[in-house]
């Protein structure tokens, strides 16, 4: 966003080309990470329209969708199918309702009747207040178009039940950086990072290393990351990274209230980071 808070589309395509050079496999446009709780309906589906158009099929484009009302996904999720050249939604357990087992299945499966675009499930408590548990997932992952969890709880425990409970062709992904290596091991299959927005070949060749067994060379790359990993969480998931870009050069220094940003302290435990890591100069 631009120092008004308006969305800069121009600093969007640096960042899109920026990921296809780095070899970055996919991107979730209007995640949570991207802010997607201060857009609009309008915003929130011409930044989707628009990261396809600058996508170019170069790579993959997922919509984040979720929200804590099952119309308002629904309605959200048809649109951008509507766009043409999305190839799934994200969509996050329900925030603040704290739903039940049941209502987080019934609210899941009505998404995925609703479209035909794959679902990609996304459960992280520590910012909803709301657990999907495995036997959700399991019943959940039964349904034809819901391929997919981003598990953001950090638990090895959590993973490898998961994977246990769920069919092979389930996908199951890290939502937590420090934990993907680990989770990688135990048969999640990538991550949907944080930390990758900010060095994503570097997160790439991580994945790539472990998913390919090499897993020495792997904790070598994710050893370097860690500090990476935790300055991302100074302040509160978007303000760091957004901070970190900016002063990457690759966007404006906006961000929308509630949010604000990277204070004096935070800049001051991130930039030894980002220097350590060739990131700035």
């Not at 008004?4 to 949570?32: N, S």
């Not at 997919?148 to 069919?167: D, F, H, V």
């Not at 199951?172 to 990072?193: C, K, M, N, Q």
């Amino acid at each position: 966003m631009t120092e008004t808070g308006a969305i800069d589309y121009a600093a969007l395509a640096r960042l899109i080309d920026f990921h296809v050079d780095k070899g970055t496999d996919g991107l979730v446009i209007a995640g949570t990470t991207g802010e997607s709780a201060t857009l609009t309906r309008e915003e929130h589906i011409e930044l989707v329209r628009q990261s396809v158009r600058l996508a170019a099929g170069r790579i993959g484009v997922i919509a984040g969708t979720g929200s804590n009302s099952t119309a308002q996904t629904v309605d959200l999720s048809r649109a951008v199918q509507d766009i043409g050249g999305v190839e799934g939604c994200l969509v996050v357990t329900p925030y603040y309702n704290k739903p039940t087992q049941e209502g987080l299945y019934r609210h899941y499966a009505a998404i995925a009747a609703a479209v035909d675009l794959p679902v990609i499930l996304y459960n992280v408590p520590g910012r909803t207040g709301c657990d999907m548990l495995p036997e959700t997932v399991e019943r959940l992952s039964g349904i034809d178009n819901i391929v997919a969890i981003k598990e953001a709880s950090s638990s090895a425990a959590r993973c490898r039940e998961l994977i246990e409970c769920c069919p092979p062709e389930f996908v199951v992904l890290s939502g937590d950086d420090p934990t993907v290596l680990e989770f990688i091991e135990l048969g999640a299959r990538g991550v949907i990072s944080v930390s990758a927005n900010v060095a994503p070949g570097r997160m790439q060749r991580m994945c790539e290393l472990a998913l390919c067994g090499k897993i020495s060379e792997a904790r070598e790359i994710d050893a370097a990351l860690a500090p990476l990993h935790q300055g991302m969480f100074v302040e509160s998931n978007p303000i760091p990274a957004k901070w970190a870009l900016y002063r990457m050069g690759m966007i404006d220094s906006g961000i929308r209230l509630p949010l604000t940003e990277l204070s004096n302290a935070g800049q001051a435990k991130l930039e030894p980071v980002l220097r350590e890591l060739g990131l700035v100069s």
